[in-house]
T-cell receptor
Framework: AQRVTQPEKLLSVFKGAPVELKCNYS??????LFWYVQYSRQRLQLLLR??SRESIKGFTADLNKGETSFHLKKPFAQEEDSAMYYC????????????FGQGTELSVKP | DTAVSQTPKYLVTQMGNDKSIKCEQN?????MYWYKQDSKKFLKIMFS???????INETVPNRFSPKSPDKAHLNLHINSLELGDSAVYFC???????????FGQGTRLTVV
């Protein structure tokens, strides 16, 4: 079965603290994985994808096929990082659909 | 200059009514999608169209019927609305299937 699991519904950290948003996936093929972010009252937007291996707004995510994980990390959280974060799996050759995790709400406190 | 736009942004209607949500993208993308976000913020794909052809229909009730008059538009028509249809509906598009998806701002549908 194709599935994405984000075990934490809410993650609360203080400004300057490291943050890790967990994502595990279940997929028998070669996965394409994404992190999307939804800031308050804004549209969902792509944060990063595993094939680009970029760092966006200080966030990075590494695909670990052995652990079937794609955790999102940032060494020093900022208040403006507070948002809803979704991990998504794009199964190959399935019409481009994205299978989303349940989402993790990140709250960064001053 | 909005890339993916949906109308209306909010929709409140009574059970049993028929309503439509419109979506337009000006990115020149070939593929468009409808996603549903429920009250627990869980996002799930409903439909996907590529060049006006339906390619994904994810076990959505027949009351939901997407229509793509051209590549830039994908509208969602819902018949006989039920309370459980209350959700936020997101339209999205991508250059091709599997590339980055750009989302609209969402339509919050409330059925009373």
């Amino acid at each position: 079965a194709q599935r994405v699991t984000q075990p934490e519904k809410l993650l609360s950290v203080f400004k300057g603290a490291p943050v890790e948003l967990k994502c595990n996936y279940s997929y028998s093929g070669s996965p394409e994985l994404f992190w999307y972010v939804q800031y308050s009252r804004q549209r969902l937007q792509l944060l990063l994808r595993h094939i680009s291996r970029e760092s966006i707004k200080g966030f990075t995510a590494d695909l670990n096929k052995g652990e079937t994980s794609f955790h999102l990390k940032k060494p020093f959280a900022q208040e403006e990082d507070s948002a809803m974060y979704y991990c998504a799996l794009g199964p190959y050759n399935q019409g481009g659909k994205l299978i989303f995790g349940q989402g993790t709400e990140l709250s960064v406190k001053p | 200059d909005t890339a993916v736009s949906q109308t209306p942004k909010y929709l409140v209607t009574q059970m049993g009514n028929d309503k439509s949500i419109k979506c337009e993208q000006n990115l020149g993308h070939d593929t468009m999608y409808w996603y549903k976000q429920d009250s627990k913020k869980f996002l799930k794909i409903m439909f996907s169209y590529n060049n006006k052809e339906l390619i994904i229909n994810e076990t959505v009730p027949n009351r939901f019927s997407p229509k793509s008059p051209d590549k830039a538009h994908l509208n969602l028509h819902i018949n006989s609305l039920e309370l459980g249809d209350s959700a936020v509906y997101f339209c999205a598009s991508s250059r091709r299937t599997g590339s980055e998806a750009f989302f609209g701002q969402g339509t919050r549908l409330t059925v009373v």
